[in-house]
Structures are given as structure tokens and as C-alpha cells.
T-cell receptor, first 113, second 111 residues
Framework: KAGVTQTPRYLIKTRGQQVTLSCSPISGHRSVSWYQQTPGQGLQFLFEYFSETQRNKGNFPGRFSGRQFSNSRSEMNVSTLELGDSALYLC????????????FGPGTRLTVL | QKEVEQNSGPLSVPEGAIASLNCTYSDRGSQSFFWYRQYSGKSPELIMFIYSNGDKEDGRFTAQLNKASQYVSLLIRDSQPSDSATYLCAVLGGSQGNLIFGKGTKLSVKP
């Protein structure tokens, strides 16, 4: 069974630009969660999509948004990039049911200059 | 605010010893608890999950949960240098899909 895939793996942007990251979950999984990982703050929850609907949202500004498609693939968009948005962005795939074990993709390393 | 606390380490143990990693959480309503291993430069890898009070064993790993004390731990028996990594404790929050992570404990296993 193929794992979680994320594209691109690395990205360099400048302040003020916007960026779109993509995540394809494990086949059959309907939930995709997005996390931001930085050395100072650790792993922080951004939002979760289940069956094309945002089910949960963390405490991030509105510049961070996402969506999910009917095939469960998800995209995350960050507008008006700031230097502090430099981080590893991880998506996690799960069935979205019951105890909800989550499996992470390899991540996208975003650097904002 | 719901929190998950871990000692940042580093925790250093000799090869063959038992490594004990600890985690406390603030939300009494939490139901599911996870341990992830993260090697440097890699993404977190799920190694254990536990839902019920008591112990759960999987190979060299044992997860222990005490909901009354809001405490979850991970024991690694016969530690190997390949176990050297950061171990992340995660708790499923009040809503499904919302994992709350501790900042991780860095484990170093010395040959």
C-alpha cells in the first residue's frame, strides 16, 4: 500500500508571495490533517479535512487555508508569506474514524526569504 | 489550553538498557494516545498507540497509560543505537483529527 505523498518536497519563496502545498493520503483514507513543525514551537495543528469538509481548525491566521477534493487529496495554501512561515509542513492521513491513527507524509520544507 | 508536556532531554542510555520516556497531558477528556519516532530530517513515524489504562506491548516497545494521573509513558527495552531519535507524544484532543503534540524527547543510545 502506498504511503502518504507530499509535493513539492522543498520550496523557497519570498515574503508576500503565496504558496500551495499538496498531499495525497493513503488509499482509502478520508481524513487529511495538516501540521506545521518548527524548532521553537514543535508540531502544531493547522486543520483537518474529512470527506471534503473542514472538520477541525487550529489557531493559525486566516492566511492559512486548505481544501480537500473528492479523491481525498488535499491542498494547503498560505497567502502573503511571512519570514515566520518558514517551517516543515506535514500532512497526516487517517481513516478519520474512531481512534484515528495518523500517518505522516515526508513533508514540504518551506523557506521564506 | 490543552497541553502535552515532555522532558526535552537529551536522554542518554547505554546500548541494551531500558529507555523510559514520559508524557503528561492536561485534557482529562483525552481518549487516544500516540507515540511517534522522528529521526533527524525525517517525518514522524507512528510506533505505538494506546487507548485503555494499563500496558500495551509491541516487540521491544511498551506503552503505559494512567488516565487518573494523566500520564503516558513509552519503555524501550534492549535499546539500540538505531533507536536514537526524537520521540513525540501526541494526544487526540476533544475533536477527532486534532492531535496535540508534545515537543519531544531526544533519545541517544550509546554503543
Amino acid at each position: 500500500k502506498a504511503g502518504v505523498t507530499q509535493t513539492p518536497r522543498y520550496l523557497i519563496k519570498t515574503r508576500g508571495q503565496q504558496v500551495t502545498l499538496s498531499c495525497s493520503p493513503i488509499s482509502g483514507h478520508r481524513s487529511v490533517s495538516w501540521y506545521q513543525q518548527t524548532p521553537g514551537q514543535g508540531l502544531q495543528f493547522l486543520f483537518e479535512y474529512f470527506s471534503e469538509t473542514q472538520r477541525n481548525k487550529g489557531n493559525f491566521p486566516g492566511r492559512f487555508s486548505g481544501r480537500q477534493f473528492s479523491n481525498s487529496r488535499s491542498e494547503m495554501n498560505v497567502s502573503t508569506l511571512e519570514l515566520g512561515d518558514s517551517a516543515l509542513y506535514l500532512c497526516a492521513s487517517s481513516s478519520g474514524l474512531a481512534y484515528n491513527e495518523q500517518f505522516f507524509g515526508p513533508g514540504t520544507r518551506l523557506t521564506v526569504l | 489550553q490543552k497541553e502535552v508536556e515532555q522532558n526535552s532531554g537529551p536522554l542518554s542510555v547505554p546500548e541494551g538498557a531500558i529507555a523510559s520516556l514520559n508524557c503528561t497531558y492536561s485534557d482529562r477528556g483525552s481518549q487516544s494516545f500516540f507515540w511517534y519516532r522522528q529521526y533527524s530530517g525525517k517525518s514522524p513515524e507512528l510506533i505505538m498507540f494506546i487507548y485503555s489504562n494499563g500496558d500495551k506491548e509491541d516487540g521491544r516497545f511498551t506503552a503505559q497509560l494512567n488516565k487518573a494521573s494523566q500520564y503516558v509513558s513509552l519503555l524501550i527495552r534492549d535499546s539500540q543505537p538505531s533507536d536514537s531519535a526524537t520521540y513525540l507524544c501526541a494526544v487526540l484532543g476533544g475533536s477527532q483529527g486534532n492531535l496535540i503534540f508534545g515537543k519531544g524527547t531526544k533519545l541517544s543510545v550509546k554503543p
